[in-house]
T-cell receptor, first 115, second 107 residues
Framework: EPEVTQTPSHQVTQMGQEVILRCVPI?????FYWYRQILGQKVEFLVS????????KSEIFDDQFSVERPDGSNFTLKIRSTKLEDSAMYFC?????????????FGPGTRLTVT | KNEVEQSPQNLTAQEGEFITINCSYS?????LHWLQQHPGGGIVSLFM???GKKKHGRLIATINIQEKHSSLHITASHPRDSAVYIC?????????FGAGTRLTVKP
């Protein structure tokens, strides 16, 4: 069964450094998403992406964040100048159709630790 | 303002019991999702629904659009059902999540 994959599974970085989290969505999916979950808290929406541009973003997704689909398979989340409060699990997801018209499939997550 | 409210926060049951988890939301939505988060952190989609009722095996999800309320039922619960169950709602291309219900099923 096709699945969303994410790399790395765990990333440790120092405050102020840039990190890139990578995702490979399911191949025939057209909509891509990033979410984060701070330890012990609920999952939060960051951004959705379709047709090579951002379609929705939350107030969390400020100028330190960016997303890109650099080739036909990868979908990346870049965090510039990481802060301690960026420590969280980051989930990528993909779906065939937008919003509530099809299920989202989640990757296993990348645990980001900022020290 | 929390747009998605779940209850209970924690639930402990004995194996074989019938489980109900409730979700209320405050705004119009495209669809409602029930997700399962395993102890390792992975998230699996259980249901997506915009009306009526869906059933997969021992899991049943219902939604009442007028009352802005959904329930997830687990029949004949088993220890392997132990997980966090999350209700989430879709608007356009984003999703808002409830805080989750931690279910523990004891043998």
């Amino acid at each position: 069964e096709p699945e969303v994959t994410q790399t790395p599974s765990h990333q440790v970085t120092q405050m102020g450094q840039e990190v890139i989290l990578r995702c490979v969505p399911i191949s025939n999916h057209l909509y891509f998403y990033w979410y984060r979950q701070i330890l012990g808290q609920k999952v939060e929406f960051l951004v959705s992406f379709y047709n090579n541009e951002i379609s929705e973003k939350s107030e969390i997704f400020d100028d330190q964040f960016s997303v890109e689909r650099p080739d036909g398979s990868n979908f990346t989340l870049k965090i510039r100048s990481t802060k301690l409060e960026d420590s969280a699990m980051y989930f990528c997801a993909s779906s065939e159709q937008a919003g509530g018209r099809s299920e989202q499939y989640f990757g296993p997550g990348t645990r980001l630790t900022v020290t | 303002k929390n747009e998605v409210e779940q209850s209970p926060q924690n639930l402990t049951a004995q194996e074989g019991e019938f489980i109900t988890i409730n979700c209320s939301y405050s705004v119009g939505i495209s669809a409602l999702h029930w997700l399962q988060q395993h102890p390792g952190g992975g998230i699996v989609s259980l249901f997506m629904l915009s009306s009526g009722k869906k059933k997969h095996g021992r899991l049943i999800a219902t939604i009442n659009i007028q009352e802005k309320h959904s329930s997830l039922h687990i029949t004949a619960s088993h220890p392997r059902d132990s997980a966090v169950y999350i209700c989430a709602v879709s608007f356009n291309n984003d999703m808002r999540f409830g805080a989750g219900t931690r279910l523990t099923v004891k043998p």
